[in-house]
């Protein structure tokens, strides 16, 4: 039995510590039943929502922990490893700058603040390639974290392989997966939606060496400029899946980005002329399109349409 909020802190920390980041964040919970003003069990549950890949949720603890403890670093470190994970960096920066300020000694955030600089230089530099060529990185092995924009990330990413134990499959873990993929878009086009770019989520079918849980996304930026184009990527998203032994995959597309195909094009299509994002869920024997329509400044509900505007073919055989 759990004694006070100090109790179910160390039960959910412990559940932490053991990669069951979802009786974690249970803990954190029932603690903030007693406390709803506790920063730390917000900041713990954040990063709890994050590993679990529920960024609005994480994202929204990280503010209430920053609200409740504006002088403390750890709600803006909470709040930027959320937003890079949504590849929001100049925000994420700005987070990592902000905890700097008020802990200049945290090698932690020192660490993460010199990774999203390093990924901000090197953005215009980067067009997909590893996705889009499909060469050197497609014959690697997998790494299931980090954003994937070129052969040198992929790379770099090897050390970080699933190297841990077969995580058990299953639709209700997909439609959780399915659900989340659909939150991210909605906050990705909420802010800055002409800077969201093409690229696909995969759910990891294994764990870390440590016991954790981490989803991999590759950037596929250029993979619908030709039919050519979409057929190199495809080859290494199939790839790519094998070796993560991926239970399933998320594409995210901004329809302004598509110069091939142009599925609204089609009869029947139902979503008007409007711009907005494709969502492509793919798992084996599984599909699902949706078509996330921009309002001004506002997404709109995600419309389910058929398979016959997928833009993706089968990722999963």
């Not at 960096?89 to 010199?114: H, T, W």
């Amino acid at each position: 039995m759990c004694e006070g909020i100090s109790g179910y802190k160390e039960q959910g920390n412990e559940e932490f510590r053991k990669g069951n980041y979802l009786k974690a964040a249970a803990a954190y919970t029932k603690g903030l039943k007693d406390d709803s003003q506790n920063a730390v069990l917000y900041s713990n549950r954040s990063a709890s929502l994050l590993k679990l890949n529920k960024v609005t949720k994480a994202l929204a603890d990280a503010e209430q922990c920053i609200a409740c403890r504006p002088d403390w670093e750890k709600g803006y470190f909470r709040k930027a490893c959320v937003l890079e994970a949504m590849d929001r960096l100049e925000e994420a920066q700005a987070a990592y700058q902000k905890a700097d300020q008020l802990n200049p000694g945290s090698q932690e955030v020192a660490i993460r603040l010199r990774g999203v600089n390093k990924q901000l230089r090197s953005r215009p530099a980067t067009n997909g390639k590893a996705a889009i060529n499909g060469t050197s990185a497609a014959s690697a092995a997998a790494p299931t974290s980090g954003v994937i924009r070129s052969d040198a990330d992929y790379e770099a990413a090897q050390a970080t392989k699933a190297a841990g134990e077969p995580i058990a499959s299953s639709s209700e873990r997909i439609q959780d997966f399915e659900e989340e993929m659909l939150d991210l878009v909605a906050e990705k086009m909420k802010h800055k939606f002409a800077e969201v770019e093409p690229h696909v989520h995969f759910l990891a079918g294994r764990k870390q060496a440590d016991g954790s849980e981490e989803s991999g996304q590759v950037q596929i930026r250029s993979a619908f400029d030709s039919p050519e184009m979409l057929q190199n990527c495809m080859s290494f998203l199939r790839k790519y899946a094998i070796d993560t032994e991926a239970h399933a995959a998320c594409a995210i597309v901004p329809k302004h980005m598509i110069a091939y195909p142009q599925v609204w094009k089609k009869t029947k299509w139902p979503c008007g002329l409007g711009d907005g994002c494709f969502v492509q869920v793919e798992a084996p024997k599984y599909r699902k399109v949706y078509f996330v329509q921009q309002h001004g400044k506002k997404p709109g509900k995600p419309v389910e349409i058929s398979e016959s505007f997928k833009l993706l073919e089968a990722l999963f055989r």
